[in-house]
């Protein structure tokens, strides 16, 4: 028997993806070596070359910790939005289906919106005067107003708000594709909804839900804005402590180094999801 012939991957010639390679080397790739060769600059003048304090300085107890807390930051996000933004997927499949285009304008709306403006609009409602407070005030809950700006709590809720959209919906398209009819059946087998849902709904929504913590988690940690404004310069993470190396301290050889190693760490992570991302279809699909 002959051996089967391999089809090309494309019928185009490659010679038609070098428009694009270019713009990839020139834009992307060449401003990153750019970075590269100023991060091992170890004066602030760059007069000289060949150090690697900066590396070791980002990587010290200071700048790992700012590192970790951004993480940390983007997996607090991202569980939140999952809860938030699964229990809305879920409600929005089982809405009448005249509702739910609605539903999906509803969603995407605040992607309409520019993110400077929805900070700014928690910044009223998680002020002392803001709506929370006077809700609270006015349920006697507390007697005076609490501190919900410029907090950790504030920052997470603020940043699960305008993230919500990018796990809503992946999460819609995913539960959309699980056939119906398997939740029948396993209702008439005698399992208990807890249980059709923990065995066959999560299962087959997965992949839907590591393409949408990927997609909150990256937009979490790297929201320069939210976490200006809501954070209130009393807490310190990646974007802010490189933005203060360029503006405040025109420290450019290690401003370099902390994008790099941020780019780095946002890379891993990406791929962390991606191979979750893999087994997860292999699991749902198994």
């Known amino acids: 028997m002959s051996a089967t012939k391999r089809l090309p991957v494309t019928a185009y010639p490659l010679w038609l993806a070098s428009p694009l390679a270019f713009a990839m080397l020139l834009?992307?790739?060449?401003?990153?070596?750019?970075?590269?060769?100023?991060?091992?600059?170890?004066?602030?003048?760059?007069?000289?070359?060949?150090?690697?304090?900066?590396?070791?300085?980002?990587?010290?107890?200071?700048?790992l910790t700012v590192l970790l807390d951004t993480l940390w930051l983007g997996v607090q996000v991202t569980a939140l939005?999952?809860?938030?933004?699964?229990?809305?997927?879920?409600?929005?499949?089982?809405?009448?289906a005249r509702l739910q285009p609605l539903i999906i304008f509803i969603v995407m709306l605040p992607l309409l919106t520019s993110v400077v403006v929805?900070?700014?609009?928690?910044?009223v409602?998680?002020?002392?005067?803001?709506?929370?407070?006077?809700?609270?005030?006015?349920?006697?809950?507390?007697?005076?107003?609490i501190k919900l700006l410029y907090t950790r709590l504030g920052l997470v809720v603020t940043l699960a708000n305008?993230?919500?959209?990018?796990?809503?919906?992946?999460?819609?398209t995913a539960l959309q594709r699980i056939d119906m009819n398997?939740?029948?059946?396993?209702?008439?087998?005698?399992?208990?909804?807890?249980?059709?849902?923990?065995?066959?709904?999560?299962?087959l929504a997965l992949p839907g839900v590591i393409a949408g913590c990927l997609l909150t988690f990256s937009a979490a940690i790297t929201a320069f804005i939210s976490q200006s404004l809501i954070g209130g310069g009393q807490m310190l993470f990646m974007p802010m402590y490189l933005y203060q190396q360029v503006?405040?301290?025109?420290?450019?050889?290690f401003a370099a180094a902390i994008s790099l190693t941020f780019?780095?760490?946002?890379?891993?992570?990406?791929?962390?999801?991606?191979m979750l991302g893999r087994l997860s279809r292999g699991y749902a699909n198994g």
Not at 82 to 96: D, H, I, R
Not at 247 to 253: E, G, K, M, T, V
């Open 118 to 123: 929805r900070t700014f609009a928690w910044i």
């Open 182 to 203: 398997l939740t029948d059946a396993s209702a008439s087998l005698g399992a208990s909804e807890w249980q059709t849902f923990k065995k066959i709904t999560v299962p």
């Open 162 to 172: 305008v993230q919500l959209p990018l796990m809503v919906l992946p999460l819609i």
């Open 263 to 274: 780019l780095v760490t946002v890379i891993l992570c990406v791929s962390v999801f991606n």
């Open 247 to 253: 503006s405040a301290l025109s420290n450019f050889p």
């Open 81 to 96: 939005s999952l809860v938030l933004g699964f229990a809305l997927a879920w409600s929005f499949l089982k809405m009448p």
């Open 27 to 63: 834009f992307f790739l060449t401003p990153l070596l750019m970075l590269g060769v100023v991060s091992f600059y170890s004066d602030t003048a760059m007069t000289q070359w060949g150090s690697f304090a900066n590396w070791a300085k980002t990587l010290d107890g200071f700048g």
């Open 125 to 145: 409602i998680l002020g002392r005067q803001g709506i929370v407070n006077h809700f609270l005030m006015d349920l006697g809950l507390i007697e005076t107003p």
